[in-house]
């Protein structure tokens, strides 16, 4: 059984800035692409950015230069490190991995930005 298991959320100012972890434990054959998505209250879930197994990333052009996805492929971790932020950033960060032929979400961390 695989999980992953999110870390870092909070509350900030805006302007502040955040480090989300993602981690997958249990039984993990290849990790290939690892994501972070997000979704506020009231509206759909988005794509923030994503990272693969070769280190291509890709962000959501609402966050590009501010935000920045990283892996460490030896502690199955995988990255989201938040600055600038601002209160529309506001949302419950999720991170998705592609393991094996399975995919895989965690259950979240709340992320609020606000004076």
């Known amino acids: 059984q695989v999980q992953l298991v999110e870390s870092g959320g909070g509350s900030v100012q805006p302007g502040g800035s955040l480090r989300l972890s993602c981690a997958a434990s249990?039984?993990?054959?290849?990790?290939?692409?690892m994501a972070w998505y997000r979704q506020a209250p009231g509206k759909q879930r988005e794509s923030v950015a994503i990272?693969?197994?070769?280190?291509?990333?890709v962000y959501a052009d609402s966050v590009k230069g501010r935000f920045t996805i990283s892996r460490d492929n030896a502690k199955n971790t995988v990255y989201l490190q938040m600055t600038s932020l601002k209160p529309e950033d506001t949302a419950v960060y999720l991170c998705?991995?592609?393991?094996?032929?399975?995919?895989?979400w965690g259950q979240g961390t709340q992320v609020t930005v606000s004076s």
């Open positions: 990272v693969t197994n070769g280190g291509v990333t």
């Open positions: 249990g039984i993990i054959s290849s990790i290939y692409t």
């Open positions: 998705k991995a592609h393991i094996g032929v399975q995919t895989y």
